[in-house]
């Protein structure tokens, strides 16, 4: 099993900038890539962005490239989401998830992290 825990959530205003951070613990040998989604109220939850573990490959939905970096600590077991730029619609619970295997879904999921950004 492996354990994440998100934190870095907040109130920020538009322009503006946070740091998401999703420590994972327990047989973290296992992951294969890590992920952050996010869900706004009333929508369904999207994928934001992921990273394999080693950290060389990302890859970022479409409206967050260029505002957007996930990176990983291997040291730490600690995966992070900078984003900066941030707009009103970046508002939404976000979400670390890890998976096993690249063609799997994700296995193990945080309990989230509130964003908000106001305009």
């Known amino acids: 099993q492996v354990q994440l825990v998100e934190s870095g959530g907040g109130l920020v205003q538009a322009g503006g900038s946070l740091r998401l951070s999703c420590a994972a613990s327990?047989?973290?040998?296992?992951?294969?890539?890590m992920a952050w989604f996010r869900q706004a109220p009333g929508n369904e939850r999207e994928f934001v962005a992921r990273?394999?573990?080693?950290?060389?490959?990302?890859y970022y939905k479409d409206s967050v490239k260029g505002r957007f970096t996930i990176s990983t600590d291997n040291f730490k077991n600690t995966v992070y989401l900078q984003m900066n730029s941030l707009r009103p619609e970046d508002t939404a619970v976000y979400y670390c998830?890890?998976?096993?295997?690249?063609?799997?879904?994700?296995?193990?999921w945080g309990q989230g992290t509130q964003v908000t950004v106001s305009s």
């Open positions: 998830a890890a998976r096993k295997y690249s063609v799997s879904d994700y296995d193990y």
């Open positions: 327990g047989r973290t040998f296992t992951i294969y890539d």
């Open positions: 990273i394999n573990w080693g950290g060389e490959n990302t």
